[in-house]
């Protein structure tokens, strides 16, 4: 089962909305950034889903289709315990070479627990979401009219280019899109790089707080 494919006008429609919350709340970053951030991931996601029912051909073109949530959500968990399991055994095996590879992978976390479990939920749960709409859902779905190869690539260097750059080469970033949109690719629903992102997320915020 291939991705779904998007509409362009769906797509134009999505992105000048995005980009109109994104200016909107940038104003109001001063006030809490991670709130105001999470808020906007959340209007954002929203309004994909929405322009998609009413002026593209529904929750099914972003791989949304009701019916396989729970499939997809199974089919994540699968896909995200091999991926740790291989991330284990990479880990292991360059630590055997004296690379620390957590080192790669360590996010800066806030100091106060409020705000730990405030960056927990909006980093490991709604960025996951509203990121895997717009990337693979609408950007890659659009982009696969021009077959796989370029929908991977293109989608994956925009969600690199999206994100901090800490270091010289941002491993997780690249790995993470790339894994996200063959996982799209191969199962043809969104709640499975959805999943995938949401728990590795998680497990990096976790592996983070563990190790500071």
């Known amino acids: 089962m ?15 909305a995005v980009a109109a919350l994104e200016g909107a709340m940038r104003w109001l970053l001063a006030y809490h ?41 199974k089919r994540g968990l699968l896909w995200a315990a091999a991926f740790a399991f291989i991330s284990c055994l990479v880990v292991a095996g360059l630590l055997l070479t004296g690379i ?3 080192a790669f992978i360590q996010t800066r976390l806030p100091t106060k627990h409020g705000d730990i479990a405030l960056f927990f939920l909006v980093g490991g749960i709604v960025a996951p979401v509203a990121e895997e709409i ?23 260097l ?15 970033q690249i790995v993470g899109g790339l894994l996200f949109a063959v996982s799209y690719e191969v199962e043809g629903n969104l709640l499975v790089p959805i999943t995938i992102h949401a728990l590795g997320n998680l497990a990096i915020f976790t592996l983070s707080l563990l190790l500071r």
């Open 2 to 16: 291939e991705a779904k494919q998007v509409e362009i006008r769906t797509l134009v429609i999505s992105i000048l």
């Open 33 to 73: 950034a991670m709130m105001v951030l999470g808020l906007a991931r959340i209007l954002e996601a929203v309004v994909i889903v929405l322009i998609a029912v009413v002026w593209g051909s529904g929750l099914s073109s972003l791989g949304l289709d009701q019916d396989g949530w729970l499939l997809g959500f």
């Open 100 to 102: 620390h590879a957590l």
């Open 134 to 156: 717009f990337f693979r859902g609408l950007l890659y779905g659009f982009l696969r009219h021009w077959g796989f190869p370029l929908a991977l690539v293109l989608s994956s």
């Open 158 to 172: 925009l969600f690199v280019l999206v994100h901090p750059m800490n270091r010289a080469i941002p491993f997780t």
